[in-house]
């Protein structure tokens, strides 16, 4: 015997401010179900998830709930008034004796349940908000970027719970590694329709492409037949037109059908240029070290980054990432150590907390005041890599409307704000990108886009994300913060790192990364004069000798992105210029790797031989 479904939406029709924001939408939440909830930001999927936790009430539809059945939601934004911690909101609706689940997703989570709700940070805030409605268990959750402010070690918690509950869910997300291992359909949200999709998101590409590529079609068949009927009402007779007034009327449904048609949002015309070329040697820090109230986040830890690396850094929240990197850009002093810039710097920051944010200012004067976009007697101008461009054309490639112009920057979506800061960041000529969680809250295309942009630029760029699919994206080198004050440099991103670091075996990259790539010199012993070179090495040739595996990790890692990104059998005829230039910058670092293998051999074999 089937079973009833959980919850259903039936022709439901909501309006804000006069525009739909989705009209006669029916859907169906099935005991089990995993899904997928996907979206262009702006396109109603938070709204909707609140019209299914029937916190927000349509204008005209049916919500039905079967009798019986819990649902949990994951504010965004939880009211915590009357709480005195973060623990007596978790728990606010369960029995003392199950208060147990709720340390229990405090400790995966990671949040300390006796926080004063009045000092609490908007990402504790958050975390207790999510661990309140794991713990409540409900036969449907509905999760609301549920890994925004996660670590990933946080994460990976989260998704091990999601794998083996009984409960069904709905999830919305920007994280791709994060829906495909959890998602067995997917719900896509797109002009005011719902689309649904019984497989995971691991197959939304490809459908929504599909999808569109259809409707391109359709369209352009639609104007075809318009064009050719409009042909014979001009060219007919009166009397055949007398006679063919359902002909007339069908062309007259057609243009109206036409008309009604919502275009699809295009992406977001976002663009990225590198000002002048920054010097080879970009940051060097030496034996750098910090402590706060005695407690180490950095011990003797050195770098030397060059010009074009894309550099990320990982680790859990409050291991200190952030605080290395303001040390190496001379935000912050360290105790120990040095840290020396090279030449013509021009860094651009996008910060986690949006600061360069005003809450109260409109976009427009978020723009206009900016001291380094201001165009001098032009109020309604700014300037853009050196161009000067009006303010709302310019915000309309970040795929804002006239409108909002005018509105406060406190009015937008997380989504929003994140476009509007990259939309500040990227006026900018840099050569040095720093990127504090720049994932959180783009969609999926945003995303894309932001990832090409990187990999087209000509700088270099700090990476800090918990996101794991944009980590393989874009890093060339992990540099993972493992607590005590260690920092451990690995060739290529997310994966990578995990499978130097988890492996028994020792592959070529773990080996490199194990010998040298640590970066932490050892303690220097006088052994007199006679012992200061390794086994006949020069100074200069045993030192060359311990930078020389880190040097073919790094090129090993920009290789096999460059293979991957030439293995797309469509790139020549689609992007001719990206393909030469990545064949080019495959072949000068394959040369380099060769070059600096045989030098690593040659002054390997002379050290073993002179001992």
Not at 123 to 136: I, P, Q, S, V, W
Not at 150 to 169: H, P, S
Not at 472 to 482: K, L, N, Y
């Amino acid at each position: 015997m089937a079973r009833a479904p959980l919850l259903q939406l039936s022709d439901v029709s909501l309006t804000f401010g006069g525009d739909p924001v989705f009209d006669g939408v029916s859907l169906v939440v099935q005991p089990g179900d995993r899904v997928a909830l996907v979206g262009r930001n702006g396109s109603g999927k938070s709204t909707l998830m609140k019209v299914m936790a029937g916190l927000v009430e349509a204008d005209s539809g049916a919500r039905v709930l079967t009798p019986g059945i819990s649902v949990g939601y994951m504010e965004q934004h939880p009211e915590m008034s009357g709480f005195s911690t973060l623990g007596d909101f978790a728990s606010s609706a369960l029995d003392a004796a199950e208060s147990y689940r709720v340390e229990m997703a405090a400790e995966g989570l990671k949040f300390d349940p006796s926080t004063p709700v009045a000092t609490a940070s908007g990402g504790e805030r958050r975390r207790a908000a999510l661990a309140k409605l794991m713990a409540e268990a409900p036969d449907l959750m509905l999760l609301d970027e549920p890994t925004n402010h996660l670590d990933i070690e946080a994460i990976a918690w989260l998704e091990a719970e999601l794998k083996q509950t009984r409960a069904a869910f709905v999830l919305i997300s920007h994280d791709r590694a994060f829906l495909r291992e959890l998602t067995r359909a997917t719900l896509w949200i797109d002009r005011g329709i719902i689309r649904r999709q019984e497989k995971g998101f691991e197959a939304f590409e490809s459908w929504r492409d599909k999808v569109w590529e259809e409707e391109d079609q359709a369209r352009h068949k639609l104007n075809r037949k318009i064009k050719a009927e409009a042909r014979w009402a001009v060219e007919g007779i009166s009397a055949r037109r007398k006679r063919n007034q359902g002909r007339l009327r069908n062309l007259q449904a057609m243009r109206a059908d036409r008309a009604a048609q919502i275009k699809r949002q295009g992406a977001a015309a976002m663009a990225l240029e590198s000002g002048p070329k920054s010097g080879k040697r970009v940051i060097e820090a030496r034996s750098i070290s910090k402590a706060y109230d005695g407690n180490v986040i950095l011990n003797d830890f050195s770098i030397r980054i060059q010009r074009g690396e894309r550099i990320a850094f990982v680790g859990p929240n409050g291991v200190g990432k952030t605080s290395l990197l303001k040390m190496l850009l001379k935000e912050i002093e360290p105790d120990s150590g040095t840290v020396d810039h090279g030449t013509n710097l021009m860094p651009a920051v996008f910060d986690q907390a949006r600061a360069q944010l005003e809450p109260e200012m409109t976009l427009w004067d978020s723009l206009t005041g900016d001291k380094e976009m201001r165009v001098s007697g032009q109020a309604d101008q700014v300037m853009v890599r050196g161009n000067p461009r009006h303010v709302v054309g310019y915000l309309k490639e970040f795929l804002f409307d006239e409108q909002q112009a005018r509105a406060p920057v406190k009015s937008l979506s997380g989504g929003e704000k994140a476009r509007l800061l990259l939309a500040k960041l990227m006026a900018r000529e840099s050569n040095l990108l720093v990127l504090d969680e720049p994932t959180n809250d783009l969609d999926i295309e945003t995303l894309d886009l932001l990832q090409e942009l990187l990999d087209d630029y000509d700088g270099t760029v700090l990476l800090v994300s918990h996101d794991r699919d944009f980590l393989d994206r874009v890093a060339t080198t992990t540099i993972a913060m493992e607590g005590d004050g260690r920092a451990t440099v690995y060739a290529g991103g997310w994966t990578d790192y995990q499978s130097q670091r988890g492996s028994g075996a020792q592959g070529p990259a773990e080996k490199n990364s194990k010998k040298t790539i640590d970066y932490k010199p050892k303690p220097k012993q006088d052994k007199g004069p006679e012992k200061t070179m390794r086994c006949g090495l020069s100074f200069t040739e045993k030192h060359r000798l311990e930078a020389l595996p880190a040097e073919m990790a790094r090129l090993e890692g920009e290789i096999a992105r460059l293979e991957e990104l030439l293995a797309d059998p469509e790139l020549f005829t689609r992007e001719p210029i990206k393909f030469q230039k990545a064949t080019e910058a495959l072949s000068t670092r394959q040369t380099a790797l060769q070059k600096a293998e045989d030098e690593w051999l040659m002054l390997e074999e002379k050290a073993e031989n002179a001992g």
